[in-house]
Every structure is written in structure tokens, then in C-alpha cells.
């Protein structure tokens, strides 16, 4: 073995910030069933700082056949002790609690209980009318909220948060800031320095094409009444003389960094105020309320405000940079990162520093800013976590976003559903369109109507299938009319699906609890790391055909 | 105890396995079904590395009773933060036997047989006694071994026709990496195989020579410099042991002499390790989803319960969650599934040896290792035994004319498909000109 930390391979993805918050975290799960533990241990194995598992079951045999966290001597025992044993024992960084309780109970009786302490509340299996109870309290303290259910070979994850401060979203393709079309003065200084006529012709075929763009635009502007090319005869011309400032070499060979010009050129004026929309409607959003952070994308019905609560350092970060940007004609603060480019070692070297140090002076810039807001909300200066939230900030400006889900009371209220249906049939063919996400997404609605009324599942141990099934054609029919998207579902929906509910019994297949923990838990580590982008907000498994779809209804 | 599965197959379905796009039979539903899951069907893992780990738990957990794994490696503990059938004091031990003795402790009604060693070794006999293999392995050479090992058991007539439907043998495949994974149903003879789809494993990723060695630029230029050309200096007669702390902090170390020199930021211990082992990240979560999906579809084809994955789920968990479900289809020159011979243009003065060259290495089409290659008349290159290989050495540095005629089919075997399986070229001569 090359290595003794057994976290390596994950290091790699979330990296030691990302590692540190999951230490720090502490997860609620509601209901040890297999969808449950399955979620929990793939947070276990990562090393989540601590976890407490609610149940109020006992240990049957029918657990022995779908949960892998009991043993047939935990027969008789409470679940939630057997399951929390056997989950910690996966990993000994960390610790583990259980409460034997019904968690139906537990949220009826202790409705805060919720707001305890815990970083994030995982709901597996909740009984409809619990969850909904579940999702007002943690909307209301602005808990993160996963809901999770294998249901047949059906599975369902359900993202509920107010309000997330995603910085390291870290996107697929790195935008990054050179600045070729406002250039700072030192990269402009590096740029006429460059002597692209008199250069031998192994410097001329190194030189980085940052500064030959730098070079090449500064003559276009000087050339055009200081604008940079606009229209698109314009680009195609400054194009042209990039690609025409290459040499001929001797050997033949095309200057490679020539050809990378070329092809960056629109750099030169693509405009580095421009940010992702999801960057500026937070900085927006901080400029106009750097104290109180705002509710997030949307509101709910009826729920209260969440409780006043004191602006993470963060919000602070981006509220500074939100005020560098006014004090700097809308520039962000460089993040100082440069791409690798055909270059030799010297000049992209050099290439790099120069980018640092801009960056370090708009950093310190921010920082000045940052400390005179803390000061006067606090009246003391940055701590180092302070400081280096700051810096993230700074370095991920342009990757920096708000998540926010619609609340599960707004979606059990009003499902966008018509909406989602149309947007999810992707194809014409029938049968696909028979085991779209989106339909079995309605079944399931129509399986909680079923439950709320009679307390039971359909197609439950001795239930009589057909009559069930019945009764489940009814609820789904009456689902989507009153969500006023019967006519979306005309012609897919049909009997098949109300019998293949009241078949599935609401029985847990370990598989599709499996697949469920796995998107679970991958997203809760999402949540608690507060990096790349957590899902907008149901993910369903149809596990008839292998296929599935992000909901938002 | 397997209620919850009992529901599935004692109750009848609108939705069997014959409703969907790749139909493999029709579902009875009956308690019949379920006995052949918990008391005759055998299944073979493929690996027991972080996908392997979860197969084999899905598998027990589905009533799977007779289960078999086969893997080479030993424990590592870099493979602790997902690998939950290993502990600390596991490390070293072989992962097959492991896996399977944790299993077979907490799922009393499973039996899993373990074989340490390469999916190479065993023989089409081995191979022949499973219903279905669940492969969950990170190594694309094994895969596609696999792969034709599985196709040519589906013994075929002169019509390309299956004569014997119990010779398919249904392989399910999954792959993870980082957050993004993929699972699929290969059905040996009717859907596409592993190796339609290897242009979608591009090879691992290198840095150019010349870039390493003049104008390094990235702590990653430096890592290879130390590894491809300071280690070979230094130790003429050793390959790196990418396994050995000792070795990997000489690379460290010179690669970071390297950087300082150039004043080049950004190598440490952890990236080294990175570039020179190609570590690609891996995480519980993906390896759980893949794992789930494979085995879901191992219980479908198995029952007929339900429809099959036709063909191939693409899942990508970065930012929200994207699963793309489509048939892969066959490609029309596939080595193993399509029965279209191969027409390779080439020059009569090429040399044999040359055209060998072209086949192998990670740029090429075919991506062989060691290609031997007969007509229907000689041997033309023959790696074994070795008095052949003597014998037929001098024939690679003569050109294709003096050895073949223009439009002569020659066969060609290789170590990446299993002894019998064999695939035909067509070698037609370009005119001088064009070559
Ligand atoms: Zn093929």
C-alpha cells in the first residue's frame, strides 16, 4: 500500500474542505429500514461525524431478507439498535446513537426534535401524513430534509432545503477569468513587453497565447477607437490576424499556440463582468441584504419565516465582493487560475505568477472590505475560518450559487404536474412512454391517497389485489384531475400501473433500497459538503425499465 | 424471510419481462420463480472491489442462494471508504475470500463460493456453469475477455443461429468513476457486446514526451518526467512497484527536485500517487447505485419478473442526477458480435511486423496485445510455443506480398479474447501510389 489514509479516493472528489464539513455533520435518520441503512452507511463509510438512527420496530424475518445492517441473533431485538450497531462498526472515526421510538411518534410528539443539533434529517419510509408534518418543521428551521422510499421496484429521493450556500459547485467546464478583454496593467505590460517580430523562432512558438492574444487585441483597439471587436465581421477579421501572426517554421510544424489563439480569440471580448446567473443573483442578493440573507428561490405556503439567524461568514464574503465589484466598474476579483497552454516552462511560469499576485491584491481588497463589515456587526476582526471562507469566495466567484428546493408542503399542495409531464415524455413510443419517471411519480401519489384513507397500503399481505387495485385506478384518476393534468396523462396511464401498484404490496426489494441510498446519500454528501449541485428536487427510479428523471413538481 | 420478494413473483404483472423492449421470456408468477432464485440459480461475480462489494450484498439480499466471485487483487486500505466488506485488520488479505466469508456469515441462507486469481485463468467450463455473471470490475482488459468468453459459449449454426438457448449466458456489467457510472444487459448474440462499446473506455490519459521533457509547465509533467525517465535511468533493471512506499517517495522526491527547479508549484505526495497509479476517484455512493441497478436486472432476467434494461443506463451524479437509459447498438464491424469480416487496406510492401504494430497499443483500432496470425494455408506469426515463434520470427521484417496474396483472409488471435476466439481479416493490397 502506497497510501494509510483510506479516505484517498474520495479526497480526490471533495477534497480536505469537503472531507472536514462531513466530519463535522451530524445526520438523523428516520427509519431503519433498507433504504435507510443503505443511505446511512454510504455515509458512514466517508466518515460522517455522527449519526442517529430513530425506529421503533423489532427485528423480524422479514428483515433478515432485505436489510443488511441485522443478523438473524438481532431476531426480537429493537431495530434501531441492532442496525446502529452494525452501521458503525463499518468505520471507527465514527460515532453512533440510536432511540428506539416510532419516528411517526417522534414527530407528532416532538416537533423540534428535528432542530436539534442536526446537520441534515434523512426520512425513510415516513407514512404520508408524518412527512408532511416532517417537511414544515424542517422548512421552518432550515433544515435539510432528504426523504427517501423503495416502494416495488420503484424508488424516490426527495431533496427538501431552504436555503444552501454552495461555493465549490465546482462546474464540468472551468470558465476561466484571464481578463483579455479588460486587461489589468501588469498583464498588459507583460503583453507589450512580448516582441512577437524580433523573437527567434523556438521562443516565438512557446510564447503563451494569453499574452499573444493581449498583444494582438491592444492593436486592435488602439487601431478602433479603443473597442474591442464587436461584430461578427469584426471577430472574424481579428480571427484572421491571429491566426496570420503565426510563422512559418522550417520543420513545418503549425505553432501550436498560435492554433490555440485562434481558437480563444473570442476571449478577447467575451466580458469578465458577466457572471453565471446563479453567482449574480447571490451577489445581487448579499449587495441588497448583507445581514439578512435572503429565503432563498421560493417561498411556501403558510409556513412561517425561518428564525433569524446571523449571516454565515460566506454571506458576508459575498456581500464584499458584491461592494469590490461597485468600487471596480463590475470586475470580481480575479481568481487567479490560469489553464495549461503550449508554452515553454519560463514564460507560463512567469505567466502564472502574474495572474497570482492580481489575484492576491484583489483578495486582500475583498478582505478589507470583509473585515470592515465584521467589525461592525461583531467588532472583532476575521477569525482564520473567517479569512478562509473569504478566500474560497474569492477564488470560486463565478461557481458560487443559492440552492434552494421547492418546499414538499407547496409540492403535496400544488404539484406542478402537468408541467413536469410534458417536459418528461421524451419520446412517442407508447411503451416508453408508459414507464416514464413522471408517471410512476403519480402511481405513488395515488398509493399515500390509498394509505391516508384506509391506514394500509395497497396490495398489503392478505389485501384482496383486485379490489385494491380498483380502488388505486380511482385515487390515481382523481390525483390528476385535481392536479389539472389529466389531459397531459390521457392515453398513458392506464389500469396496469393501478394493478402493478397494489401488486408491489409496498414491498422494500433490497436493490431498489440500494439504488435509493446510493442517490441519497450521494446527495446528502452534497448537502453537507456544500459543493457541486444537489438535485432539483425528486429523483425517481423506475426499476421496471432501468429508467429515471429528475421531478420537479 | 425473502417476503418482500415473494410479492414480486407470486403475483402476476401487466409489465412481465415479454412487455418490454428486450424481452427474454415470458413471467409465470409462482412460487416456482422463487425457488429457482434461492435454490438452483448460480451466479458468478466478476471482481469484489467497491462494485463487487455491493453485487454480492444485492444478490443475498434478493434470495440469491448460490453466488461465486473471482478476484486477483488483495486488500488495500485506500479501498476502506467504500469496500464495506473490509476492515483495517483485512488489509493484505485477498479480496475474494474475504467478501465471501463476510457474506456467508451475516446472510446464513447464501453460500459464496470465492476463487482468488485472474478471470483469465478459468476455462469455458467454469464459465458454462452459471445462469447469469454480474461483472463490476475497473479493468477494461478483463471485461472484454469476459465479454468474448461469454459470446462464444452461445454456440451458433451456419446461419448465425443460437442452437442451444441455455448456452446464453445474460452478462451484466457495471463500471464507476467518481460520481458518474454506467450499467447495461449484454445478451451473448442478440444485444451489443463489450466490445462494440470499447471506443467508449478511451484509454488513460498521457502527457506528450516532448512536453515532459522540455517545457514542463504542470506538477503532473514532472510526476511523469520522474516516472517515465529519471526511474529508468536510475533503475535500469525494476519497474516502479506503484505499490511500494519506498518507490512512490523516490518519484516524489525527484519529481519535486524537478519542480523546485523549474520553480513549478503543486507536486505533492498525493497527486504523485495520482498520475502514477491513474487513480480515478471512487466513492460508496456511485458504486451502491451502479451495483443496485446490475443487480436489479440480475433479478429480472433471472425471474422474468419485469422488463430488462435495454441496454445501457449512463448515470452522472455531479450536479443534480442525469440517468440516460438507450440500446447501445451492435457496431457493424465488431470483432466478436458482427459476422462482417474486417477489409484492411494496406501496401504489399508493407512489412509484417508493421501491420502487427498497428493493431496493438491504445491508439489503434483492434487495441491488441499480442496478436498471432495464420491463413488459411501457414502460420505467418506465432507467439507460441516457442519453436514456432522461432520459426516464424523471420516472417516480420518480410513485406505482406511475399507472405499473402491481395484479398487472402487471415485470422488473428490474441490474449485479450480467450483461446478460441479468433477474429478475420481481409488484407486487400493498395495500389503503390495511394500507400
Ligand atoms: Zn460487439
Request: charged content about 25%.
Given at each position: 500500500m502506497a497510501t494509510d489514509n483510506k479516505y484517498d479516493r474520495q479526497l480526490r472528489l471533495w477534497g480536505a474542505n469537503g472531507q472536514r464539513a462531513l466530519a463535522e455533520s451530524h445526520v438523523l435518520l428516520l427509519g431503519a429500514g433498507p433504504a435507510g441503512t443503505e443511505t446511512l452507511k454510504n455515509l458512514v463509510l466517508p466518515g460522517v461525524g455522527r449519526f442517529t438512527v430513530v425506529d421503533g420496530a423489532t427485528v423480524s424475518e422479514a428483515d433478515l431478507g432485505n436489510n443488511f445492517f441485522v443478523r438473524p441473533e438481532d431476531v426480537g431485538r429493537p431495530r434501531a439498535a441492532a442496525t446502529a450497531e452494525l452501521l458503525k462498526e463499518l468505520n471507527p472515526d465514527v460515532e453512533g446513537f440510536h432511540r428506539v421510538a416510532r419516528p411517526e411518534e417522534v414527530v407528532a410528539a416532538e416537533p423540534d426534535f428535528v432542530a436539534s443539533g442536526f446537520s441534515l434529517v434523512i426520512a425513510a419510509q415516513l407514512?404520508?401524513?408524518?412527512?408532511?408534518?416532517?417537511?414544515?418543521?424542517?422548512?421552518?428551521?432550515?433544515?435539510?430534509?432528504?426523504?427517501?422510499?423503495?416502494?416495488?421496484?420503484?424508488?424516490?429521493?426527495?431533496?427538501?432545503?431552504?436555503?444552501?450556500?454552495?461555493?465549490?459547485?465546482?462546474?464540468?467546464?472551468?470558465?476561466?477569468?484571464?481578463?483579455?478583454?479588460?486587461?489589468?496593467?501588469?498583464?498588459?505590460?507583460?503583453?507589450?513587453?512580448?516582441?512577437?517580430?524580433?523573437?527567434?523562432?523556438?521562443?516565438?512558438?512557446?510564447?503563451?497565447?494569453?499574452?499573444?492574444?493581449?498583444?494582438?487585441?491592444?492593436?486592435?483597439?488602439?487601431?478602433?477607437?479603443?473597442?474591442?471587436?464587436?461584430?461578427?465581421?469584426?471577430?472574424?477579421?481579428?480571427?484572421?490576424?491571429?491566426?496570420?501572426?503565426?510563422?512559418?517554421?522550417?520543420?513545418?510544424?503549425?505553432?501550436?499556440?498560435?492554433?490555440?489563439?485562434?481558437?480563444?480569440?473570442?476571449?478577447?471580448?467575451?466580458?469578465?463582468?458577466?457572471?453565471?446567473?446563479?453567482?449574480?443573483?447571490?451577489?445581487?442578493?448579499?449587495?441588497?441584504?448583507?445581514?439578512?440573507?435572503?429565503?432563498?428561490?421560493?417561498?411556501?405556503?403558510?409556513?412561517?419565516?425561518?428564525?433569524?439567524?446571523?449571516?454565515?461568514?460566506?454571506?458576508?464574503?459575498?456581500?464584499?465582493?458584491?461592494?469590490?465589484?461597485?468600487?471596480?466598474?463590475?470586475?470580481?476579483?480575479?481568481?487567479?487560475?490560469?489553464?495549461?497552454?503550449?508554452?515553454?516552462?519560463?514564460?507560463?511560469?512567469?505567466?502564472?505568477?502574474?495572474?497570482?499576485?492580481?489575484?492576491?491584491?484583489?483578495?486582500?481588497?475583498?478582505?478589507?472590505?470583509?473585515?470592515?463589515?465584521?467589525?461592525?456587526?461583531?467588532?472583532?476582526?476575521?477569525?482564520?475560518?473567517?479569512?478562509?471562507?473569504?478566500?474560497?469566495?474569492?477564488?470560486?466567484?463565478?461557481?458560487?450559487?443559492?440552492?434552494?428546493?421547492?418546499?414538499?408542503?407547496?409540492?403535496?399542495?400544488?404539484?406542478?404536474?402537468?408541467?413536469?409531464?410534458?417536459?418528461?415524455?421524451?419520446?412517442?413510443?407508447?411503451?416508453?412512454?408508459?414507464?416514464?419517471?413522471?408517471?410512476?411519480?403519480?402511481?405513488?401519489?395515488?398509493?399515500?391517497?390509498?394509505?391516508?384513507?384506509?391506514?394500509?397500503?395497497p396490495g398489503a399481505d392478505g389485501a384482496d389485489l383486485a379490489a385494491d387495485a380498483a380502488a388505486v385506478a380511482d385515487e390515481l384518476r382523481a390525483f390528476v384531475t385535481e392536479a389539472d393534468c389529466a389531459d397531459a396523462f390521457d392515453g398513458v396511464l392506464s389500469e396496469a400501473h393501478a394493478k402493478e401498484i397494489a401488486r408491489f404490496g409496498a414491498a422494500e426489494l433490497h436493490a431498489i433500497a440500494a439504488v435509493v441510498g446510493g442517490v441519497a446519500s450521494q446527495e446528502a454528501v452534497k448537502v453537507l459538503a456544500k459543493q457541486y449541485t444537489p438535485i432539483d428536487h425528486t429523483y425517481l427510479f423506475n426499476g421496471i425499465a432501468a429508467t429515471a428523471a429528475i421531478i420537479d413538481v | 424471510m425473502y417476503s418482500n420478494v415473494d410479492k414480486l413473483l407470486t403475483r402476476p404483472t401487466s409489465f412481465g419481462s415479454e412487455t418490454g423492449s428486450l424481452a427474454v421470456g415470458e413471467f409465470e408468477a409462482s412460487p416456482e420463480v422463487r425457488d429457482f432464485v434461492t435454490s438452483e440459480c448460480?451466479?458468478?461475480?466478476?471482481?469484489?472491489?467497491?462494485?463487487?462489494?455491493?453485487?454480492?450484498?444485492?444478490?443475498?439480499?434478493?434470495?440469491?442462494?448460490?453466488?461465486?466471485?473471482?478476484?486477483?487483487?488483495?486488500?488495500?486500505?485506500?479501498?476502506?471508504?467504500?469496500?464495506?466488506?473490509?476492515?483495517?485488520?483485512?488489509?493484505?488479505?485477498?479480496?475474494?475470500?474475504?467478501?465471501?466469508?463476510?457474506?456467508?456469515?451475516?446472510?446464513?441462507?447464501?453460500?459464496?463460493?470465492?476463487?482468488?486469481?485472474?478471470?483469465?485463468?478459468?476455462?469455458?467450463?467454469?464459465?458454462?456453469?452459471?445462469?447469469?455473471?454480474?461483472?463490476?470490475?475497473d479493468n477494461v482488459e478483463a471485461r472484454r475477455w469476459l465479454n468474448s468468453m461469454l459470446v462464444s459459449l452461445a454456440e451458433v449454426d451456419d446461419d448465425g443461429n443460437v442452437v442451444d438457448p441455455s448456452q446464453i449466458i445474460p452478462m451484466v456489467d457495471g463500471g464507476t468513476e467518481g460520481f458518474r457510472g454506467q450499467a447495461r444487459v449484454i445478451i451473448p448474440r442478440f444485444t451489443s457486446c463489450f466490445e462494440c462499446s470499447l471506443d467508449s473506455f478511451p484509454p488513460q490519459k498521457t502527457y506528450p514526451m516532448c512536453t515532459i521533457a522540455e517545457t514542463p509547465r504542470l506538477p503532473e509533467h514532472c510526476i511523469s518526467y520522474a516516472q517515465l525517465v529519471e526511474w529508468p535511468k536510475a533503475f535500469p533493471d525494476k519497474s516502479v512497484d506503484t505499490d511500494s512506499p519506498e518507490d512512490m517517495t523516490w518519484i516524489f522526491q525527484v519529481a519535486e527536485a524537478r519542480a523546485r527547479k523549474f520553480d513549478i508549484e503543486g507536486v505533492t505526495y498525493m497527486k504523485t500517487m495520482g498520475v502514477v497509479k491513474n487513480i480515478i476517484p471512487a466513492v460508496a455512493s456511485t458504486n451502491a447505485v451502479v451495483s443496485a441497478v446490475c443487480v436489479n436486472e440480475v433479478f429480472k432476467l433471472m425471474t422474468l419478473c419485469s422488463q430488462s434494461l435495454n441496454t445501457y443506463m449512463m448515470y452522472m451524479g455531479n450536479h443534480g442526477v442525469y440517468t440516460h437509459t438507450f440500446e447501445y447498438k451492435k457496431k457493424d464491424d465488431c470483432p466478436i458480435t458482427s459476422a462482417r469480416v474486417r477489409t484492411l487496406a494496406v501496401a504489399p510492401t508493407m512489412l509484417l511486423g508493421t501491420l502487427i504494430e498497428s493493431m496493438c497499443g491504445p491508439d489503434s483500432d483492434l487495441r491488441l496485445k499480442a496478436p498471432s496470425l495464420t491463413t488459411a494455408s501457414q502460420s505467418l506469426y506465432m507467439r507460441k510455443p516457442k519453436a514456432l515463434e522461432a520459426a516464424t520470427r523471420a516472417n516480420l521484417g518480410k513485406p505482406l506480398s511475399e507472405l499473402v496474396a491481395d484479398d487472402d483472409e487471415i485470422t488473428v488471435t490474441d490474449a485479450i479474447f480467450p483461446g478460441d476466439v479468433s477474429l478475420t481479416l481481409k488484407l486487400s493490397f493498395e495500389c503503390e501510389e495511394a500507400a
Open positions: 407514512e404520508p401524513a408524518a412527512l408532511q408534518a416532517l417537511g414544515e418543521r424542517c422548512w421552518a428551521n432550515n433544515v435539510p430534509l432528504i426523504a427517501i422510499r423503495a416502494y416495488g421496484l420503484l424508488g424516490v429521493v426527495r431533496l427538501q432545503v431552504r436555503r444552501l450556500e454552495v461555493v465549490e459547485s465546482k462546474p464540468d467546464n472551468v470558465a476561466w477569468d484571464l481578463r483579455l478583454a479588460a486587461p489589468f496593467p501588469e498583464l498588459e505590460a507583460a503583453a507589450d513587453a512580448l516582441d512577437l517580430d524580433g523573437m527567434a523562432d523556438a521562443d516565438h512558438a512557446h510564447a503563451p497565447y494569453v499574452l499573444v492574444l493581449a498583444k494582438l487585441a491592444k492593436a486592435w483597439r488602439v487601431s478602433h477607437g479603443g473597442a474591442s471587436p464587436k461584430t461578427r465581421a469584426e471577430k472574424d477579421e481579428f480571427r484572421a490576424l491571429v491566426a496570420g501572426a503565426a510563422r512559418e517554421l522550417p520543420s513545418k510544424v503549425p505553432e501550436m499556440n498560435f492554433e490555440e489563439a485562434s481558437n480563444e480569440a473570442y476571449r478577447c471580448w467575451a466580458d469578465p463582468r458577466e457572471l453565471p446567473w446563479e453567482a449574480q443573483a447571490w451577489i445581487d442578493d448579499a449587495r441588497a441584504a448583507p445581514d439578512a440573507p435572503s429565503e432563498g428561490r421560493r417561498g411556501s405556503v403558510g409556513s412561517e419565516a425561518a428564525p433569524a439567524a446571523p449571516p454565515s461568514a460566506t454571506h458576508v464574503a459575498v456581500a464584499s465582493v458584491a461592494a469590490f465589484m461597485d468600487a471596480h466598474g463590475g470586475l470580481p476579483p480575479l481568481s487567479g487560475a490560469v489553464p495549461d497552454m503550449h508554452a515553454d516552462t519560463a514564460s507560463f511560469v512567469a505567466l502564472q505568477k502574474l495572474y497570482a499576485a492580481r489575484a492576491d491584491a484583489d483578495r486582500a481588497a475583498c478582505l478589507a472590505i470583509f473585515a470592515a463589515k465584521l467589525a461592525e456587526a461583531t467588532g472583532a476582526p476575521p477569525t482564520a475560518d473567517e479569512a478562509a471562507a473569504l478566500a474560497l469566495v474569492c477564488k470560486h466567484v463565478r461557481d458560487v450559487k443559492l440552492v434552494a428546493t421547492r418546499s414538499l408542503a407547496d409540492e403535496l399542495a400544488a404539484p406542478n404536474l402537468g408541467e413536469a409531464a410534458t417536459a418528461l415524455f421524451e419520446t412517442d413510443d407508447a411503451r416508453e412512454k408508459a414507464q416514464a419517471p413522471v408517471v410512476w411519480y403519480a402511481a405513488l401519489r395515488a398509493a399515500d391517497r390509498f394509505f391516508v384513507k384506509r391506514g394500509a397500503w | 448460480k451466479v458468478l461475480v466478476v471482481g469484489a472491489g467497491g462494485l463487487g462489494c455491493e453485487i454480492l450484498k444485492d444478490l443475498a439480499l434478493s434470495g440469491f442462494a448460490d453466488i461465486h466471485v473471482i478476484d486477483m487483487d488483495t486488500i488495500d486500505v485506500s479501498n476502506l471508504n467504500r469496500q464495506f466488506l473490509f476492515r483495517a485488520k483485512d488489509v493484505g488479505s485477498p479480496k475474494a475470500t474475504t467478501a465471501a466469508a463476510f457474506i456467508n456469515a451475516r446472510c446464513p441462507k447464501t453460500t459464496v463460493t470465492a476463487h482468488v486469481g485472474k478471470v483469465q485463468e478459468k476455462d469455458g467450463d467454469f464459465y458454462a456453469q452459471f445462469n447469469v455473471v454480474c461483472s463490476g470490475l
